[in-house]
C-alpha cells in the first residue's frame, strides 16, 4: 500500500486547542512526540488504561505497539485486573527497543506496561524514539519497589519523560487510607529485604504483594483483613 492511500485514510485531525504558532519555532502543524509515564501502586488500573489508550489511539487510525514484561498472566500479553487483555511483545533485557520499532513499516506510538521492570537502556531508547523517530510513548508501571525503593527505570523515566501522572483509582490500604505503596508479604509477614524483583501472586508462589498506606508500610501493619498467604 503506497503512503498516500494510507494518509488519505487517516481520519480527520481535530484543530489544535490553541494556537501557538506565533509564538513557537516549530512550524505549524508539527508537533513533538511525548514521553508519558503514568505510575501507581498495584491494582491503580495502570493496565486498563494502558490497554484503553492503546483502543483510542487506535480507532483514530494510528499505529502502535503494545510491550509489557512480567504480565500477571506469565504471558507476552497485557492482562488487566478486571479481566481485559491483549496480546503484547515481551521486553527481555537485551531487547533494544529502537531497533524493534524501525523494523515496523510506520510506528506512531508505543504503549509500554510494566516499564518499572525494563533496564534503565531501554528507557533511553524510549527518549530517542521520542525525540529522532517522533513517536509517542505512554509508559505504564509502579514507581517503587516492596520497600519503597524507586526502580532504576521508574526513575529514568521521572527524570525523562515530558509529563509524569501519579494514578490513583481508589486503592486504599486496608485503614482506609490511599495505597501508595507495595508491600511484599513472604510467610505472613512484610518483607524488607531480597531481590528488587520476585514476582507473586501466583499459585506456585509464596510471596504475595499488598498494597498499603505509607503509614502502614513503614510500621509493618498488615492488617487483619488482609487475606491469608496463598
Ligand atoms: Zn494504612
Known sequence: MSHEVMEQAKPLRWPPVTDVSALSPVPAGARDAVLKFY???????????????????????????????????????????????????????????????????????????????????????????????????YAFGLASDFRSVMFPAAQRLFELADEVCRLQVEVLCWCGRPGLLNARVVGGVLARTGEQVVIGDTDASPVRYQVLCRRHHRSGQLGEGAPPAP
Open 39 to 137: 505510575f501507581g501502586p498495584m491494582d491503580c488500573g495502570k493496565s486498563t488504561l494502558a490497554l484503553q489508550m492503546n483502543y483510542n489511539h487506535a480507532r483514530q487510525g494510528r499505529r502502535g505497539l503494545v510491550l509489557t514484561k512480567h504480565d500477571r498472566s506469565g504471558g507476552p500479553k497485557i492482562t488487566s485486573r478486571i479481566g481485559l487483555g491483549m496480546e503484547a511483545i515481551e521486553v527481555e533485557d537485551g531487547l533494544d527497543l529502537v531497533r524493534l520499532v524501525t523494523a515496523h513499516e510506520r510506528v506512531d506510538y508505543l504503549i509500554c506496561d510494566e516499564v518499572c521492570f525494563y533496564t534503565v537502556e531501554q528507557i533511553e531508547q524510549l527518549a530517542d524514539l521520542v525525540d529522532d523517530h517522533g513517536v509517542d510513548v
